[in-house]
């Protein structure tokens, strides 16, 4: 069993910028990779960025490229997601979720089938 638990959101205007939290406690080392996802009102759950576990190849949506960045600390079993440039369109809870699964190409873990667990959640509300 892993847990995942989020921190770091929150309000925050137009520009900012925020770093989520996901630290997680368990079997995690045997975990392939963390990612994140995120979920606004009425719309589905969408990958926002993921990083494995060995090695720290990252992947990232093309909507987030170039503000967004994750990184890992294996010792501290966390993965962090640095959230700058924040827009209103970011506004949604962010969940993280690691995975237990191997993919060759980095793509896989772009996938929400991808991943077994999954923390509750962290509030991110981007204010015009």
């Known amino acids: 069993q892993v847990q995942l638990v989020e921190s770091g959101g929150g309000l925050v205007q137009a520009g900012g910028s925020l770093r989520l939290s996901c630290a997680a406690s368990?079997?995690?080392?045997?975990?392939?990779?963390s990612g994140w996802f995120r979920q606004a009102p009425g719309k589905e759950r969408e990958f926002v960025a993921a990083?494995?576990?060995?090695?720290?190849?990252?992947v990232y949506a093309d909507s987030v490229k170039g503000r967004f960045t994750i990184s890992g600390d294996n010792a501290k079993n966390t993965t962090y997601l640095q959230i700058n440039s924040l827009k209103p369109e970011d506004t949604a809870v962010y969940y993280c979720?690691?995975?237990?699964?191997?993919?060759?190409?980095?793509?896989?873990?772009?996938?929400?089938?991808?991943?077994?667990?999954w923390g509750q959640g962290t509030q991110v509300t981007v204010s015009s």
């Open positions: 979720a690691a995975s237990f699964q191997y993919y060759s190409r980095d793509y896989g873990y772009t996938r929400l089938s991808a991943y077994s667990y």
């Open positions: 990083i494995r576990r060995s090695g720290g190849n990252t």
């Open positions: 368990g079997r995690t080392f045997s975990s392939y990779a």
